[in-house]
């Protein structure tokens, strides 16, 4: 007999969260593309150009390769949720702070923008 015995069920939950984590990663991805490409919302074609993006705005620079221009996620969550902070002339909204967007939008949107 085993110091731990095993339950099926327990070993089935186990099975089940662990294939949940890149489900809930490729699901946020999406959730954050949506978000911001979504005029209404995230509204990042306003401004920006972005891959896959119909009609974008020039003001702003072109997203892409923001995994590599900001590897720590926290900043590129901190520009989306107030840049005023950065660059008080910015003329991105503070998306975070004026309550445009939640923090969980926030970060399904910086998921998204990292895949670029």
Do not use: W
């Not at 095993?6 to 186990?14: E, G, M, S, T, V």
């Not at 954050?32 to 891959?51: E, M, P, S, W, Y």
């Amino acid at each position: 007999m085993t110091a731990f015995p095993c339950k099926p069920a327990i070993l089935l939950a186990l099975a089940l969260c662990a294939g949940a984590a890149p489900a809930q990663a490729q699901s946020s991805v999406a959730d954050g593309q949506k978000l911001a490409f979504d005029r209404g919302k995230g509204n990042c074609l306003t401004c920006h150009v972005i891959k896959g993006g119909d009609l974008p705005g020039t003001i702003g620079p072109e997203l892409k390769d923001l995994k590599a221009k900001y590897p720590d996620r926290n900043e590129l969550t901190a520009i989306i949720f107030d840049e005023t902070k950065r660059n008080p002339q910015t003329m991105m909204p503070p998306f975070g702070r004026n309550r445009i967007l939640t923090d969980q939008e926030i970060s399904a949107i910086v998921d998204f923008l990292q895949t670029l």
